[in-house]
Structure formats: structure tokens, C-alpha cells
């Protein structure tokens, strides 16, 4: 379907309430954003805020309450479970905070794995597993489990496996929430860096406020609404 806006990524009114037992909790509170193609947008906001809610909307990993999420020029309302599913292994690439690798699965076959739904040949995924490797600096660790990396490096592979399909948009929520400083810089400069080479749209869930620094925009949240 064609994109008639010139927006990538697009919300109106979007509201997510979540009901424990008799309680209702508003997470977002009806929020309106637009996202340029090639756009790095931090989002920033204390624990709690619905950052994380607002990431999952976005990547149409949850449902909104009420309220739209245009992705690619496409109402993500009017898709089903398993057109959501293609939507996301085809455009969209996601890092988050703790790493979620296959833990009997190398380096390499992680990242190969979402392209095993593609009828690529073995050795063309391969090549491409090992050039996302080369790009993260991992070259040496193709062979390694996840155990046996570091945090950063297992988030580094977290990247090449959110970039194996090549995406439209990247959503990253804290990924670099569990690393140390020193760790958590290397990441997120490789990761900007990256980003900005292929221009790849990013959005960015981080309490870094020198990462978030490095962004076209931030987008602050507070108690499920956008603080202008
Ligand atoms: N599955 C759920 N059921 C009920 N309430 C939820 C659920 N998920 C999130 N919430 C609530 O929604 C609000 C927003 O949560 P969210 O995870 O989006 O915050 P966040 O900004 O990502 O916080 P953090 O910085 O700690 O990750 C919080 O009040 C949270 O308790
Ligand atoms: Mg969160």
C-alpha cells in the first residue's frame, strides 16, 4: 500500500489503558507523534511513564485502547495477528534492554534465524550473518553461544539480528538498560553510528541523556502524555 504521508511512522490519539482486576491504569494517555523517514526520536520519561507501552504500539507488538498507528503508510488497526507478524519481520528491527538470543543458538545462527523465514539460500544467509557480524565488531565470535559473550557483545549481536532483514525502522528500548558505562557508550555509538550510515529510522527508548542528545528529537513523556 502506498504512503500518502510523508511520515514513516505516525500515532493519533493513542491511548493504551491496562485493567488489574477493578483498577485501570492509563499508560498513554492519547499521544500524537510523526516520525520522518531517516529520523533518530529519543524518548525519554521516569520509570513508569509508558515508554515501553508507547515502543510496543509502535511495533505493533500491542494493541491501543483507542487511537491510530499509521507504520508505512499502513493502519496497523486494520491488520490482523498474522499480517502483523509479516508486517514486523519485514519492516521493523527490535532491540531491547535484556537480550533475547537463543541461548543454544551461535552468534551467527541468531542472526541468521529471522532470515530463515525468507527462502534465502543457507550460504547467502550465512555471508549476510557474517557481514552484520563484521559491522557490530564481532567477526571473531560467530561461533560463540550467547553465554558465552559479554552483555555488550550479546547486545551488539541483538543489533545485527535487528538489522538481518534489513528494516524500516528500528525501535530500541533501553538497550543499553543492563551494561556498564563504559559498555553502554560503546554500544550506543556504534549503534547511532550504524543507524545514521544506512539512514534507518530510530526510535529510542533511553535514560542516557547524552545518547538521547545525539538525536534529531526527543520526545518527552510524563505520565502517558507527551510534554511539549
Ligand atoms: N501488562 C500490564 N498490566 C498492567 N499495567 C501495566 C502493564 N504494563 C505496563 N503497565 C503499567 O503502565 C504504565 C506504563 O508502563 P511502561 O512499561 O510503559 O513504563 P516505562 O516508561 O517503560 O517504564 P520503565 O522506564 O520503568 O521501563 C506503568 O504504570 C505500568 O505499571
Ligand atoms: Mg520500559
Not at 72 to 100: C, P, T, W
Not at 154 to 170: E, H, K, S, T, Y
Request: proline share 4%.
Amino acid at each position: 500500500m502506498p504512503n500518502f504521508t510523508d511520515f514513516v511512522l505516525e500515532t493519533t490519539a493513542l491511548r493504551r489503558e491496562y485493567r488489574l482486576g477493578r483498577e485501570k491504569v492509563v499508560a498513554l494517555a492519547g499521544v500524537d507523534i510523526r516520525i520522518r523517514s531517516g529520523e533518530f526520536v529519543a524518548i525519554m520519561g521516569p520509570s513508569g511513564c509508558g515508554k515501553s507501552t508507547l515502543l510496543n504500539l509502535l511495533g505493533g507488538l500491542d494493541r491501543p485502547t483507542s487511537g491510530l498507528v499509521m507504520l508505512d503508510g499502513v493502519n496497523l488497526h486494520d491488520y490482523k495477528e498474522e499480517q502483523l507478524a509479516k508486517l514486523r519481520r519485514e519492516k521493523l528491527g527490535f532491540v531491547f534492554q535484556r537480550h533475547d538470543l537463543f541461548p543454544v543458538l551461535t552468534a551467527r545462527e541468531n542472526i541468521e534465524f529471522p532470515m530463515l523465514l525468507d527462502d534465502q539460500a543457507s550460504r547467502l544467509r550465512r555471508d549476510h550473518a557474517m557481514s552484520l557480524l563484521e559491522l557490530v565488531g564481532l567477526s571473531d565470535k560467530a561461533d560463540h553461544l550467547p553465554d558465552e559473550l559479554s552483555g555488550g557483545q550479546q547486545q551488539r549481536v541483538g543489533v545485527a539480528r535487528a538489522l538481518a532483514n534489513d528494516p524500516l525502522i528500528l525501535l530500541a528500548d533501553e538497550p543499553t538498560g543492563n551494561l556498564d558505562s563504559v559498555s553502554a557508550a560503546e554500544l550506543m555509538s556504534m549503534l547511532i553510528n550504524l543507524v545514521r550510515g544506512i539512514g534507518l529510522t530510530l526510535v529510542m527508548v533511553t535514560h542516557d541523556a547524552e545518547s538521547a542528545a545525539q538525536a534529531d528529537r526527543i520526545l518527552h513523556l510524563k505520565d502517558g502524555q507527551l510534554e511539549l
